[in-house]
């Protein structure tokens, strides 16, 4: 096997350490497009960035299958030293948690736009709608779309926080397995 394709023990493939972190870079352009929309007038700037937005978001939605796939490749690679059982449910958790996050995030608002009537427009393409023009059923999906984007933040920093701890103050390799320059010598 490829070891720039498949996932070991000793480490992350090449491809799992990429979509990582290009997916990482999209969510905060997704969030960030969000986030600084204010500071646009009112007109074609703001649809620019809602443009931005949408395609940050459908792009994590469609590469989180990839990675999903990638991660199953292999096996994960061994925490040195070995981490607590319940430190290990937890992560399981935060990182299934995440998942449904790129996954769900994405949907509903794809849901959406669809139920307000809208096309969704994505790197040329035309999306279908996934359901019918709604109010209802748009204010619903804008709700859930803003509650899960609130919860993408907590379960964002908690990742980043983690990693840091582990770190920083586990001294394990958890953050070095994903930046592998941080490897510590032996």
Not at 54 to 75: N, P, Q
Not at 133 to 141: A, G, I, P, R, Y
Not at 143 to 157: D, K, P, Q
Request: proline letters at 5%; one cysteine or more; a positive charge.
């Amino acid at each position: 096997m490829n070891k720039q394709l498949y996932n070991t023990s000793a480490g992350y493939s090449s491809l799992s350490l990429s979509i990582h972190w290009i997916m990482l870079a999209l969510i905060v352009a997704s969030y960030a497009s969000m986030d600084l929309k204010g500071l646009y007038p009112r007109g074609i700037h703001e649809s620019e960035v809602m443009l931005w937005h949408y395609t940050c978001g459908l792009t994590v939605f469609f590469w989180v299958w990839i990675r999903l796939a990638a991660r199953c490749i292999g096996t994960s690679p061994v925490v040195n030293p070995p981490m607590p059982a319940a430190q290990i449910i937890l992560s399981k958790f935060v990182h299934l948690a995440l998942y449904a996050l790129m996954i769900c995030l994405p949907m509903f608002g794809w849901l959406e736009i669809s139920a307000q009537g809208a096309v969704l427009g994505f790197y040329g393409l035309e999306l279908p709608t996934l359901v019918d023009k709604n109010k209802e059923l748009f204010h619903l999906f804008k709700r859930l779309h803003e509650i899960l984007a609130t919860v993408g933040y907590f379960l964002i920093g908690l990742h980043a926080a983690a990693a840091l701890f582990h770190h920083y103050f586990k001294c394990d390799n958890t953050l070095s397995l994903m930046v592998p320059r941080l490897r510590r010598p032996d």
